[in-house]
């Protein structure tokens, strides 16, 4: 209980301090985007670990509130390890750290995630993963590399259209290879041939109705030409 404790109270201090210091002026509906998707790591991995909600999770309190805070340790951009550059580190990822620890509060990872320890460990680890590969050199071209991102994902979908199209035409024509030869003496039972010298109305009963709704309307051309029907 102690340990719960700490912990929403270390969330609320945390969330105090990204509302009045870091967003002052907003108005708390204002999406911010982070370096790292995290509700989309925590999705991925109740997809890869099938969490099942209704299973009591083996992730202890004091588990999860030390990795966060060893997690928090590690993220950096600058190696050095000088004061200056340790209060720079931590000002350049408080709003992250801030997010982290809101987002991966305990009751957000038991009654919300439902997340076991072999989750929670692969989820900080890809956290980890996400945030270094989003780090940039100095005087690396930031903005040409973000323009390469935007373009990038849109020239790909259009490639994967034209990869689909081809697919389906090849899966077609393989399709169209396996159907069965078919002949007229495969699919009847006999064969009869009637005899009828008056094209406009049928000796058989069956057809009778069919001939004459089709003769029912006047047409002058198919008439003239109805003396061309074999019988």
């Known amino acids: 209980m102690q340990q719960e404790s700490f912990f929403h109270a270390m969330a609320g201090r945390e969330g105090s301090l990204l509302q009045e210091f870091v967003f002052p002026r907003a108005d708390g509906l204002t999406p911010h985007y982070l370096l790292v998707n995290l509700h989309r790591i925590i999705q991925d991995t109740t997809q890869i670990f099938h969490i099942n909600k209704w ?23 600058i190696i050095e390890d000088d004061l200056l550059t340790k209060e720079v580190q931590a000002n350049s990822s408080l709003t992250f750290r801030i997010h982290l620890c809101t987002t991966l509060a305990m009751h957000h990872v038991l009654k919300q995630f439902y997340l076991s320890r072999e989750a929670s ?3 900080l680890g890809e956290i980890e993963a996400k945030f270094n590969q989003s780090l940039v050199n100095t005087g690396e071209m930031y903005s040409t590399l973000a323009a390469q991102l935007i373009g990038e994902p849109a020239m790909q979908m259009t490639l994967n259209t034209f990869h689909y199209a081809e697919t389906q035409g090849l899966l077609g024509r393989n399709i169209q290879q396996e159907l069965a030869y078919t002949s007229l003496h495969t699919v009847t039972a006999a064969v009869e041939i009637w005899y009828d010298l008056d094209p406009s109305s049928a000796i058989i009963e069956e057809d009778a109705v069919f001939v004459e709704s089709f003769f029912a309307i006047p047409d002058e051309e198919m008439e003239s030409k109805l003396h061309l029907q074999l019988p």
């Open 55 to 77: 299973k009591p999770s083996d992730l202890e309190l004091s588990y999860i509130v030390e990795a966060i805070q060893q997690l928090n340790n590690h993220l950096g951009s």
């Open 121 to 123: 460990d692969w989820v």
